[in-house]
């Protein structure tokens, strides 16, 4: 059993930033890769960024430059930072972990609203 945990969202101002952190714990044996990703209203889940145990990353071309993600192998922890945060950036935010094998494992989801 892997239990995933998000923290960080909240409501931000365009412009602002705001950072996101993910937990992963319990029955990790070894973790290939961590990601983001969201769900806006009335739209599919999409990546944002995700990161390889090698710290190989991949973002999404509407955050580029604007997120980083990175992560704590040691504690089995990502994080993104989001800086001038834009209206659409608003979403539920999903933490998603990938173990050997292939299994995913995903946390609850985080509230992000990007709003003035």
């Known amino acids: 059993q892997v239990h995933v945990v998000e923290r960080g969202g909240g409501l931000v101002q365009p412009g602002g930033s705001l950072r996101l952190s993910c937990a992963a714990s319990g029955s990790i044996f070894s973790i290939v890769a961590m990601g983001w990703y969201r769900q806006a209203p009335g739209k599919q889940r999409e990546l944002v960024a995700e990161?390889?145990?090698?710290?190989?990353?991949n973002y999404a071309d509407s955050v580029k430059g604007r997120f980083t993600i990175s992560r704590d192998n040691a504690k089995n922890t990502v994080y993104v930072q989001m800086n001038n945060m834009k209206l659409e950036d608003t979403a539920v935010y999903y933490c998603k972990v990938r173990v050997v094998g292939g299994r995913d494992y995903w946390g609850q989801g985080t509230q992000v609203t990007v709003s003035s």
């Open positions: 990161i390889t145990s090698g710290g190989s990353t």
